[in-house]
């Protein structure tokens, strides 16, 4: 199977915007910096959760109807057996062993097999999400919230945990539309890169390419 338009143009916007990213030419990061790299790790997620619905499609052991479960890229999985319970729940039961090539590709980029970059690029993802109300209390002045927006707010509470839950929305000042609030953790973004020991560039030109390659051969087993 060929990778779909829709990813390919994916692909393309993710080009684009690395070519953006590259012009903060590294040095401290800023919030604008932040935001593009966090469009990008979110862009490589999606992509990558378009693809596992692909894999769905084509392996799951049920037609497509009212019992589908929420498909999304296995990340994160802390054990073989957990990624076979994982096809388990998305009604692939036997991948393991009647789709072995698929199975070891998604194997070979779990953490347990000592591989960091997918595991940084979702919790990067997850930082800046603009339909994400809850976020964690950073220990800094790195937090942007409604950058550049009029905030309409409905509800604000920090609980004793740090965590804030805004309901509510913004107005953006420049095209005077509705969007959610945005949320930049600045700080945040950079303990990720701190962990794994990577400039933002770097990280996102490097998860690009992986990212890119890996749905590659995803499809062409499918």
């Not at 997850?126 to 409905?154: C, M, N, T, W």
């Amino acid at each position: 199977m060929v990778v779909p338009t829709s990813i390919e143009a994916q692909f393309r916007r993710l080009d684009k915007h690395l070519k953006e990213l590259k012009q903060f030419g590294g040095g401290a990061m800023s919030e604008d910096e932040s935001i593009v790299a966090a469009e990008i790790c979110n862009s490589c997620v999606l992509a990558l959760d378009k693809a596992m619905n692909s894999v769905w499609q084509t392996k799951a052991t049920k037609k497509e109807g009212k019992g589908k479960p929420n498909i999304y890229f296995p990340i994160n999985m802390t054990s073989r057996e957990k990624l076979a319970e994982k096809f388990r729940a998305y009604q692939m039961p036997n991948m393991e062993n009647e789709n072995p090539e698929i199975f070891q590709l998604i194997d070979s980029v779990q953490v347990y097999r000592g591989v960091k970059w997918l595991s940084a690029l979702h919790k990067l993802a997850a930082i800046r999400h603009e339909e994400f109300p809850k976020i964690e209390k950073v220990k800094s002045s790195g937090i942007g919230f409604g950058r550049g927006q009029d905030l309409y707010i409905k509800s604000l509470v920090i609980d004793e945990k740090g965590q804030i839950d805004f309901q509510g929305y913004g107005l953006n000042r420049a095209t005077g539309k509705i969007e959610p609030a945005i949320v930049e953790v600045v700080e945040e973004m950079r303990s990720v890169l701190k962990d794994i020991g990577i400039a933002p560039y770097s990280f996102c030109e490097s998860s690009v390419t992986k990212v890119k390659s890996l749905i590659s051969k995803l499809y062409r087993l499918l």
